[in-house]
């Protein structure tokens, strides 16, 4: 009974690259949530996904950042052309239902280093 | 606005002593309240949850208390041991998707 999945946990990218992040919800979940760490402090909500659906992306910058969750496959948070400031741990997290009446189940996260 | 908010930054504690980790949050509309447990280098972890017409919620060695006269929100940790060293997490969700955390608290068991 695998827990959420997320790949790669260390991820190295220099200034202007791109960074794919990956995230498989637990079994049976159809909701999943994108967060931001930066050390030393909480988790900052970024996005919140359906299958084949972004229901709230409030909390992720304008340029450079999106995501999806395709109907087959892991959901992918994508920052483009990435800078220092995007240097942060990627936490993705589900739940069977939305988040305000379901436990919201976190994966390991996803470490990204600009250099 | 809303937010979550920590008195203590940092709490250090007897392995054996009981720990108590207090939060603040401002929204009044906030209805359910999750404390959630994140060691070096992992995810956060579920402890235990409360809604907003409970004052308080028992799980295994957690206690949770919720008084929303004044906002405040703590876990208490009993017989606290040294696998309980982790930063400490408040969110409040008010009935949404959004999970709002607050900045954590440090516990540091001293054996």
């Known amino acids: 009974n695998a827990g959420v999945m997320q790949n790669p946990r260390h991820l190295v990218r220099r200034r202007g690259q791109e960074a794919r992040l990956r995230c498989s919800p637990m079994k049976g979940h159809s909701h999943v949530y994108w967060y931001r760490q930066l050390p030393e402090e909480g988790l900052k909500f970024m996005v919140y996904l359906q299958k084949e659906n972004i229901i709230d992306e409030s909390g992720m910058p304008k340029e450079r950042f999106s995501a999806e969750f395709p109907k087959e496959g892991p959901s992918i948070l994508r920052i483009q052309q990435v800078v220092r400031g995007d240097s942060a741990a990627y936490f993705c997290?589900?739940?069977?239902?939305?988040?305000?009446?379901?436990?919201?189940?976190f994966g390991p996260g996803t470490r990204l280093t600009v250099t | 606005g809303e937010s979550v908010g920590l008195h203590l930054p940092t709490l250090s504690v007897q392995e054996g002593d009981n720990s108590i980790i207090n939060c603040a949050y401002s929204n009044s509309a906030s209805d359910y309240f999750i404390w959630y447990k994140q060691e070096s280098g992992k995810g956060p972890q579920f402890i235990i949850d409360?809604?907003?017409?409970?004052d308080k919620r028992q799980g295994q060695r957690v206690t949770v208390l919720l008084n929303k006269t004044v906002k405040h929100l703590s876990l208490q940790i009993a017989a606290t041991q040294p696998g309980d060293s982790a930063v400490y997490f408040c969110a409040e969700n008010t009935g949404g998707f959004k999970t709002i955390f607050g900045a954590g608290t440090r516990l540091f068991v001293k054996a």
């Open positions: 409360i809604r907003s017409n409970m």
């Open positions: 997290a589900s739940s069977p239902g939305p988040g305000g009446e379901y436990e919201q189940y």
